[in-house]
């Protein structure tokens, strides 16, 4: 009898894919064995060609429900096997090359499990199976088994063992089983550190009390510690904020199921869809006009129009909805700006500040993760706001063909990420916050020393950001110093452009796309601060095409935070309509704001996010907002007001490559004048921004249009933009990536692969796929 051997690669750890193979096996009645290896699933059949086929397409075909295949081999092996079909212990290679599995929200029945009194796992907090159940946050080594995950130390007890050992159990070979006898002990703590002396059995009822009594919990979720509050408790809400140092940035709620949800949320089919993922995720949904759930809304979303919602993301944090029964403010457990904080002990030091209870388990968490964000526009256009637990680091299953084998992507500054391309993979990590502040930093560096450690990863090429300034830029150049390997500066518009192109699998194509890359800011090519770019791709090469007109950039980075500042810069063109924003400043702030304009402009910007606060400014939202891009999201939330949006856009010309924004302000201003609701403007001047999108690319004979820049994750203009040319044009916008900052790493890996001219000298070291497999179609 012929023996053949199966290689199976992409997310195949940690989701049942060996029980789902040995079972199968059994069935058919082939005998061999099946191994997780560091470079996917290794299987051996002992049986005739035609059955080995059929078992071959059937794993193809009906893998578990959250693998994901992107690689298979089929191949006759020169070994023979024994009798029967088992599942062996791994084998460790020194070269990696698999999806790492994401973190998996409780499945349904495991939520079930947990709440039927006569289970063996009711009220238990850490119930999984092969289906669910931590992954990324707990893995060490790999492949994914117990030994390589915080579950090493915590020895099965015999009756979970038998469903461990148990073919067809949803328990077999689960690397995350345990149950009451063999229990993950959990720890509440008051502010002085005592250990309140509770049964784990009624540890989630006692928290309910204590936040029914209007107590902040600070409670160890998946990816770290989360700050939770009764979501309708006025003072808890604002003590929260005071205590996190949080002044109005939204938090999300967690509701214990969908229907709770939709009591307070209009929620649409693929925003319950999206909620119920495996992922998790929080998604943004419309706020009813009558919540039922007594919801403080000025304290949660001030100004805002939809709210975060998520469901529970672990049985423990499902358990404690459950006692609750209504909404919970759940944001992640740190000060505001800071990374979340995971490792107990850390926790219980600076958690305990913010909250009246810390509530801790005895496993640890490896890699610290956000819960993720994401939005659907009203057309039902995705729009990931924050790419974090259950999504990242996987990237799939686009791969570019690269010069050296090892490379790593340092990203950009705000919203910092990383991104890897190893053997045949690339990871994009987690969000990783802002790289100004040396905390960020600290967590940047752990993050990329974990999937260094897990993947054996040693770059041998850096790219990073050409801004001068930025931080991570440095400490890129600083890893290039230590590991001695060439650094290659990138354009950050260039790179966000790459990144889109990338992940709608245009790089490769000749044909022309043109894309508009709007955000915040981004060093330029000239020395100026770019972000209202419009670039060509065509025959392979990349060009800027058109930009905004310039107008100056004041105080650095300052400008960010403070739309006034927009507001200033652009009326500059408009004395008479600067007493508009005078009551902004004090008289000290004014006179010295005036001298700076008056001198000659150093640092001019072409930025379509600082354009859009300085409109902000001018219809009198946020003059300092609390974070970069609330002043957009007010005036989004504003122009959704509009009550009929039908009007003629402001002009926005284009000549010689500029886009002229001063006759926009003109009637901008005009229509102020004549006491047009701000609804109104801020809906025309999105509608303006989409028709504009629409003139240029006809102006530019280009039917693909690419979007990427923190702008677009305006879901009222995305929706503006696809009802003006959804007919006429193929639009693209990113999918598994955030349009913002986070996408920069991803698009710097693409930007060499395709745009950097390889010095003629160095040797010619054209990375090989790996000639063993075959591809999926
Ligand atoms: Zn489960
Ligand atoms: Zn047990």
């Known amino acids: 009898m012929p023996v053949y051997h199966l290689h199976i690669n992409g997310l195949v750890q940690g989701v049942g894919f060996r029980p789902t193979v040995q079972q199968l096996a059994i069935q058919m009645g082939i005998d061999g064995w099946v191994k997780n290896g560091s470079d996917g699933v290794h299987i051996i059949c002992k049986t005739n060609l035609e059955n080995a086929k059929a078992f071959y397409q059937q794993l193809l075909e009906q893998p578990p ?33 698999m999806m790492l599995t994401p973190d998996l929200a409780p499945c349904d029945h495991c939520r079930k499990t947990i709440s039927e009194s006569d289970n063996q796992r009711y009220l238990y907090a850490f119930t999984t199976c092969l289906q669910c159940g931590p992954r990324y946050s707990i893995i060490n080594a790999l492949p994914y088994d ?8 915590m020895q099965q007890c015999p009756s979970c063992l038998k469903e461990y050992d148990q073919v067809a159990n949803t328990r077999h070979h689960s690397q995350t089983n345990s149950c009451k006898s063999c229990a993950i002990q959990m720890h509440l703590y008051n502010t002085n550190l005592e250990e309140l002396p509770i049964s784990q059995d009624e540890i989630s009822e006692q928290l309910a009390i204590f936040l029914q009594k209007g107590k902040i919990l600070a409670v160890k979720g998946v990816g770290g510690y989360l700050l939770i509050c009764d979501a309708a408790n006025k003072e808890a809400i604002s003590s929260l904020r005071k205590r996190k140092h949080r002044p109005s940035k939204p938090f999300a709620l967690l509701y214990a199921d969908i229907e709770m949800a939709q009591a307070d949320l209009s929620i649409t089919a693929t925003e319950i869809s999206a909620l119920k993922d495996k992922s998790a995720p929080i998604v943004l949904c419309r706020i009813k006009n009558f919540p039922e759930n007594n919801l403080d809304l000025e304290g949660i979303a001030p100004g805002l129009a939809r709210l975060g919602a998520m469901l529970p993301a672990s049985p423990l944090l499902q358990l404690l909805a459950n006692h609750f029964g209504k909404p919970l403010v759940a944001t992640s457990g740190n000060l505001s700006g800071s990374p979340i904080l995971f490792q107990d002990q850390k926790a219980k ?3 305990l500040g913010i909250a009246d209870y810390l509530l801790t388990y005895d496993r640890e968490i490896q890699a610290p993760q956000d819960d993720s964000l994401i939005q659907f526009t009203s057309r039902g256009q995705k729009i990931i706001l924050r790419r974090s637990r259950g999504l990242s680091p996987n990237f799939y299953p686009i791969n570019f063909q690269q010069d050296t084998k090892n490379i790593l992507a340092m990203g950009a500054e705000l919203k910092s990420s990383f991104a890897i391309a190893t053997g045949n993979q690339i990871f994009v990590s987690q969000f990783l916050g802002d790289q100004q502040s040396l905390e960020s930093q600290m967590a940047f560096d752990d993050s990329l020393q974990q999937v260094s450690t897990l993947l054996n990863f040693e770059p041998s090429k850096i790219l990073i950001d050409l801004h001068p300034s930025y931080q991570i830029s440095e400490n890129g150049r600083k890893i290039g110093q230590q590991k001695q390997c060439p650094v290659i500066e990138i354009q950050h518009h260039e790179a966000h452009f790459a990144a889109v192109l990338a992940e709608n699998g245009l790089l490769e194509k000749k044909e022309p796309v043109l894309g508009f890359i709007w955000d915040g800011a981004g060093y330029g090519q000239d020395g100026q601060i770019w972000g209202g770019e419009i670039f060509l791709f065509d025959q392979g090469s990349l060009h800027r095409a058109a930009h905004l007109a310039y107008f100056p950039q004041l105080l650095g980075n300052k400008m960010n935070k403070e739309p006034r500042l927009s507001a200033l810069s652009v009326l500059k063109e408009f004395p008479l ?5 005078r009551k902004h400043f004090s008289d000290t702030e004014w006179q010295f704001y005036q001298q700076l304009l008056a001198k000659p402009v150093e640092v001019q910007t072409s930025s379509m996010g600082r354009l859009i606060d300085a409109v902000a400014c001018i219809l009198g939202i946020k003059p300092i907002a609390g974070f970069e891009g609330e002043a957009a999201l007010q005036l989004e939330a504003l122009a959704n007001n509009c009550p009929y949006p039908s009007y003629d856009a ?8 500029i886009i002229d924004w001063r006759p926009l302000i003109q009637e901008i201003l005009h229509d102020w004048q004549q006491k047009e609701p701000n609804e ?11 028709k504009a999108i629409a003139k240029i690319s ?17 879901a009222l203009l995305t929706d503006l933009i696809m009802e003006q040319l959804q007919q006429k044009r193929e639009l693209f916008f990113h999918q598994q990536l955030s349009p913002n900052d986070e996408c920069i790493s991803l698009g710097q890996l ?10 003629q000298s160095t040797e010619n070291q054209k990375y090989q796929t790996n000639r063993y497999f075959i591809e999926q179609s």
Not at 650 to 657: A, F, S, V
């Open 577 to 581: 309509a600067q007493k508009l924003i």
């Open 65 to 97: 429900s959250n693998a994901i295949i992107t690689q298979h081999l089929f191949e006759l092996a020169q070994e023979d096997c024994a009798k029967g079909f088992h599942i062996v212990s791994s084998s460790r290679e020194a070269h990696v090359n």
């Open 750 to 759: 693409a930007w060499h692969s395709q745009f950097y001219k390889k010095d």
């Open 146 to 153: 117990r030994v390589n995950t915080s579950m090493a130390q």
């Open 650 to 657: 402001y002009h926005l010309p284009i000549t010689h490559g």
């Open 349 to 351: 030091e600076w958690l």
């Open 698 to 714: 006809g102006h530019f004979f280009i039917d693909k249009l690419a979007f990427s820049g923190g702008v677009f994750q305006n």
């Open 680 to 690: 109104i403007i801020a809906w025309k001047f999105f509608y303006s921004l989409a």
